[in-house]
């Protein structure tokens, strides 16, 4: 029997998971709400919410496993990409837990371990499949041929679908993270009220910038003469905002999908979470014979989870890192 506690640090979510061969025994979650109010994630808070909360979330992921420390065979934590000095916390907490209890130390890919939740479903994808890992740092379209096998077809130039979403919930003045929210105000508007552009750029590029700077032209040019504009609008601006960026995703996703011939395609990230691109994202797939394959809502924001099983895959086939091992903040 394999059991492994993970650790996530990578953003603004402390977390920690422990999994036994494979399967989840506990996930424990704590979001830092404290940034709302900024419209984005501050680093340096966030790091220093890590530090107060890591021993705690630590211990109630073992309470809720029923698992005693002595009985872990592995520690698997976020390397990066993230914030430096959130990872921080997580990475020295893991290595100094490993060199404790003298067990191994794994390093995991956050990207990698977003694509990996696929595979907590009880139907998990055959390889080789096509996963859009949609995040609030990333947009990536990966061929994924085995569990640590992953090439990346193409990703964003400027902004990441996530970013989209808050920024532009931040110029609407909604609070943070705006996914969930532009989510939840979509979902009563008209995607037709606005017609958002579609950039013209590399087959598997995505650029998101553009879509954003034309959502602040429109609030721009209509608040003018009507200071109550988004208010009075809000629904059908994020419906029609929403829909351009899920559009443009899932496009993307079946040109790849088609050209290399895969059968099994799945998506990823926090973006995930969002219902409108997990019902388009099905239909699409049901229309062209495709299966389906979405993470349970609890993994697709950030969590250890996806760690965990990303840890796991990696304990089997002897991956394991020395305590020299340093974090990195961008996408290898
Ligand atoms: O994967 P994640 O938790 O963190 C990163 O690795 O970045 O993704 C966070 C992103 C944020 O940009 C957030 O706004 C977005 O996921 N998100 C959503 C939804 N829930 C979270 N975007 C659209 N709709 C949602 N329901
Ligand atoms: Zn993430």
Redesign the pocket.
């Known amino acids: 029997m394999t059991r492994i506690l993970a650790i996530e640090s990578?953003?603004d979510?402390t977390s920690a998971a422990v999994c036994q061969d494979g399967k989840i025994l506990s996930n424990v979650v704590s979001s830092q709400i404290q940034h709302s109010k900024y419209g984005g994630v501050i680093p340096e808070l966030a790091s220093r919410l890590h530090q107060q909360k890591i021993v705690a979330v630590v211990s109630m992921a073992l309470e809720k496993a029923e698992i005693d420390q002595k009985e872990l065979d592995a520690i698997s934590f976020t390397r990066g990409p993230g914030l430096l000095g959130a990872l921080l916390v997580g990475t020295c907490f893991a290595k100094t837990y490993a060199l404790g209890l003298g067990i191994p130390l794994i390093d995991v890919d956050?990207m990698q371990a977003?694509v990996l939740a696929n595979f907590l479903q009880k139907t998990p994808p055959e390889f080789p499949f096509i996963c859009l890992t949609v995040?609030?740092?990333h947009t990536q379209l990966v061929l994924v041929k085995d569990y640590l096998d992953m090439e990346i077809l193409g990703q964003t130039i400027d902004d990441a679908a996530?970013?989209a979403?808050?920024k532009a919930a931040k110029i609407m003045g909604l609070p943070y993270?705006?996914?969930?929210q532009?989510?939840r105000n979509a979902k009563t508007g008209n995607i037709r009220f606005y017609d958002f552009p579609t950039p013209r750029i590399g087959k598997y590029e995505f650029s998101f910038s553009g879509i954003k700077t034309s959502l602040l032209y429109l609030l721009k040019r209509n608040l003018k003469t009507n200071p109550d504009y988004i208010s009075q609008n809000l629904s059908d601006i994020c419906a029609s905002y929403q829909h351009r960026i899920i559009t443009i995703l899932l496009n993307k996703l079946a040109v790849a999908v088609e050209e290399y011939g895969v059968k099994d395609v799945a998506i990823a990230?926090?973006?995930s979470?969002?219902?409108y691109l997990r019902t388009k994202f099905r239909e699409m797939c049901e229309s062209k014979g495709w299966r389906a394959h979405i993470p349970a809502f609890q993994f697709c924001?950030?969590n250890a989870g996806m760690i965990a099983i990303a840890g796991y895959y990696k304990h089997l086939a002897g991956k394991h890192t020395d305590l020299y091992v340093t974090p990195f903040t961008r996408s290898k």
């Open positions: 990578s953003c979510e956050h977003h995040s609030g740092g996530g970013e979403f808050d993270p705006g996914g969930p532009i989510d990230g926090g973006v979470a969002n219902s924001t950030d």
